[in-house]
């Protein structure tokens, strides 16, 4: 059997394994926390774990390397930026620490750090929420009892930008031949260029039909999606274009899958250069890619007539809450907004207070 005692504030434990005793900190001052650690200690079968001595020793490099492990076994597509927040941002304040003497004072020292190194809100968030899931794993695998609170800050650097018609056409024109029809997939479908348009091969696309689909798994919320691009004049001529040069390069015996591909057939891997060239010759610098997520969602709106089910199919957005999210009102919106009311009242249809009262009593009234 097992025992807990203080040592000073801290609640300690003794338990037996195999004819040896342990001793063993809690970190705690709470005797429900030495009582849970013993627990886990004896080899408490309701967690399904084993459970080692060692647990409250692990040091940030291990809950580290567990979390990049967790990341690549279940093929998470975003391992590398996960491993950069690491590298760049968390090892370099905590390397050699014990996870278990980690307190929130030291995660609010890191925080002022990270300030003072200019990094932003958002930057910081995810090398925190990185934090938070090192501690997860280690507590579900019987490593640590427990962990500190991670605060995380608010963020205020959310984007607005969008493309009007002008500047997007502006942009596509200074872009080099092969990334024209991308940005207008880009533009009308409002897809993720990277890591859903990039990756696009031919057998996804049905050019019969007139459909271009996305796998499920393959998108970031594993949903499938499908776009028609037959009604849409710009994007059947963009798919079209883009098929007389796959089989231009299938006669000169270069087999090319990709839809989108350099002269030669090669894969885009990336065109930041050509991208940042293009907006800045088109006097729009500091556009994004994912501006074309928030253009593709107002043009939808702007549409009308497009039911809100549809056009979330379409952009991949699974609740209302982040596609309004991204149905940005500018102040051309406003003033077309001002100028339909303007024409309201010229031709009457806004009533007066009087009238409308009696025009909505009039309309409560039994018939006779």
């Not at 050699?96 to 910081?124: C, L, P």
């Not at 031919?202 to 919320?221: A, F, M, S, Y």
Request: aromatic letters at 8%.
């Amino acid at each position: 059997m097992g025992c807990i005692y203080k040592r000073g504030r801290i609640y300690w434990i003794k338990y037996s394994r195999a004819g040896r005793g342990y001793y063993e900190s809690s970190g705690s001052r709470k005797h429900e926390d030495a009582k849970r650690l013993l627990r886990l200690r004896e080899g408490d079968m309701a967690r399904g774990v084993p459970v080692t001595p060692r647990a409250g020793r692990m040091r940030f490099e291990e809950a580290a390397s567990d979390l990049l492990t967790e990341y690549q076994v279940n093929k998470r597509r975003s391992a590398d930026g996960v491993q950069r927040r690491v590298r760049l941002g968390l090892e370099p304040f905590f390397r050699g620490r014990r996870m278990a003497t980690i307190t929130t004072a030291d995660v609010n020292s890191y925080i002022t750090v990270r300030q003072t190194a200019d990094a932003a809100n958002a930057t910081i968030n995810r090398e925190l929420s990185a934090l938070k899931r090192m501690y997860t794993l280690a507590i579900t695998a019987g490593k640590l009892l427990h962990r500190p609170h991670i605060p995380m800050l608010q963020e205020d650097n959310v984007r607005q930008g969008f493309f009007e018609r002008e500047p997007f056409d502006a942009v596509r024109a200074q872009l080099p031949a092969e990334l024209r029809g991308l940005a207008t997939l880009a533009y009308y479908s409002g897809w993720r260029v990277r890591s859903e348009i990039l990756p696009l091969q031919w057998p996804q696309i049905d050019r019969q039909v007139g459909t271009i689909r996305l796998e499920p798994g393959t998108t970031k919320n594993k949903a499938g999606r499908t776009i028609a691009y037959l009604e849409i004049d710009e994007l059947r001529e963009a798919i079209d274009v883009e098929w007389q040069r796959h089989l231009e390069l299938q006669r000169d015996g270069t087999i090319c899958p990709w839809v989108f591909s350099r002269k030669q057939g090669q894969r885009i891997k990336t065109f930041r250069r050509s991208w940042l060239s293009a907006c800045r010759r088109a006097g729009v610098a500091g556009r994004v890619l994912h501006d074309f997520r928030r253009t593709a969602v107002r043009n939808l709106e702007r549409a009308g007539g497009v039911p809100r089910k549809v056009a979330m199919a379409m952009i991949g957005h699974k609740t209302e809450s982040v596609y309004r999210r991204y149905d940005i009102v500018t102040e051309s919106d406003l003033h077309a907004a001002a100028a339909r009311l303007n024409k309201a009242v010229e031709r009457g249809r806004v009533m007066p207070d009087e009238n409308r009262s009696r025009a909505l009593h009039a309309s409560r009234r039994p018939m006779r």
